[in-house]
C-alpha cells in the first residue's frame, strides 16, 4: 500500500490539495492509498504513482504497489500507442495497360 504525504511550503497546514485520481489530502497530511484507489489513478492518469510524482518536491510518496505488475503492465498498454509495424511489400511493375491523356480523350484535341 502507498502512502502520500503532500507539503506545500507556501500554503497554511490543513488547506486541502485535491490530487487527481486520487481525492483531496490536507497540506501536511498523509493519504493512504488501497489497490482500488492506485488501479483507478493508473486508469485515469496512465501513469504509476512513482512516475507521477517522481519529480513533484511537495508529494513524497512512501510503501509499495499492491497490484499485480502484470495487471499494472495491462492497464498502462492502454495509453501505449499502438506499435508501427515496419512492413515491407515488393510491388510489381504495372501489367495493365496505361491509358494516355489522348486515349482518354483528355489532350485538348476536341476531334473536330
Request: aromatic share 6%; net charge negative.
Amino acid at each position: 500500500m502507498y502512502t502520500v504525504s503532500y507539503e506545500h511550503p507556501h500554503f497554511d497546514a490543513g488547506k486541502l490539495f485535491g490530487i487527481a485520481g486520487l481525492g483531496q489530502v490536507e497540506n501536511g497530511g498523509t493519504l493512504e492509498v488501497d489497490e482500488d484507489m492506485e488501479r483507478n489513478f493508473l486508469a485515469q492518469r496512465g501513469i504509476t504513482l512513482e512516475d507521477a510524482f517522481a519529480d513533484d518536491t511537495n508529494v513524497k510518496l512512501s510503501g509499495s504497489s499492491e497490484l499485480d505488475p502484470q495487471e499494472v503492465k495491462n492497464i498502462l498498454s492502454l495509453f501505449a500507442p499502438a506499435p508501427v509495424e515496419a512492413t515491407t511489400t515488393a510491388t510489381e511493375p504495372a501489367t495493365e495497360p496505361t491509358l494516355s491523356a489522348q486515349d482518354l480523350g483528355l489532350d485538348g484535341d476536341d476531334g473536330a
